[in-house]
T-cell receptor, first 112, second 114 residues
Framework: QKEVEQNSGPLSVPEGAIASLNCTYS??????FFWYRQYSGKSPELIMS????GDKEDGRFTAQLNKASQYVSLLIRDSQPSDSATYLC????????????FGKGTTLSVSS | SAVISQKPSRDICQRGTSLTIQCQVD?????MFWYRQQPGQSLTLIAT?????????ESGFVIDKFPISRPNLTFSTLTVSNMSPEDSSIYLC???????????FGEGSWLTVV
């Protein structure tokens, strides 16, 4: 079982729709969870972090965490073509210290 | 967040040679990390570099192939030794934020081995 799993996509949504990105992780002891966005040819940039069960909202982005199910998700409301990118889920399992372990990423395509 | 600068940003390297990537941070940081991103793949942690101690390598990565230096709290280097085409990747330096639990990335070093 991989430490962090994501559907690779591509996930295609029309402009203005809600995009839902999902991630599962294997180490139940993980406490910190992150979503990064990576545009083609660029390095990853942090979108959101979440540490507690429930929802965390920041603008058009909502991160959801369910530790019992070992599940993290990212919702993007009112999707824009500029949101088209690869979204990386990252987890901080105890064995990694402060380092993050990344999923393979989900490619999102928002059509206008 | 810290400003992280990497050199070189891009390079084309000959098979069998070695290349050292430099990472400079604009503030003192305890933890620095080196990641690799092969074409079409996600980020794989190579090692964690702490100042004043040996780097800690992930499974599948060894010091002879990827020696790391961390001479002070703002600087680190990663050397990719005896390169082969399979080493063609983006190599990313990253640091933990002041809260210690978020990771920020440099712009990456894009290496192509021919």
């Amino acid at each position: 079982q991989k430490e962090v799993e994501q559907n690779s996509g591509p996930l295609s949504v029309p402009e203005g729709a809600i995009a839902s990105l999902n991630c599962t992780y294997s180490d139940r002891g993980s406490q910190s969870f992150f979503w990064y966005r990576q545009y083609s040819g660029k390095s990853p940039e942090l979108i959101m972090s979440i540490y507690s069960n429930g929802d965390k909202e920041d603008g058009r982005f909502t991160a959801q965490l369910n530790k019992a199910s070992q599940y993290v998700s990212l919702l993007i409301r009112d999707s824009q073509p500029s949101d088209s990118a690869t979204y990386l889920c990252a987890v901080n399992p105890p064995r990694a210290g402060t380092a993050l372990i990344f999923g393979k990423g989900t490619t999102l395509s928002v059509s206008s | 967040s810290a400003v992280i600068s990497q050199k070189p940003s891009r390079d084309i390297c000959q098979r069998g040679t070695s290349l050292t990537i430099q990472c400079q941070v604009d503030s003192q940081v305890t933890m620095m990390f080196w990641y690799r991103q092969q074409p079409g793949q996600s980020l794989t942690l190579i090692a964690t570099a702490n100042q004043g101690s040996e780097a800690t390598y992930e499974s599948g990565f060894v010091i002879d192939k990827f020696p790391i230096s961390r001479p002070n709290l703002t600087f680190s280097t990663l050397t990719v030794s005896n390169m082969s085409p399979e080493d063609s990747s983006i190599y990313l330096c990253s640091v933990a934020g002041t809260a210690g639990n978020t990771i920020y990335f440099g712009e990456g070093s894009w290496l192509t081995v021919v």
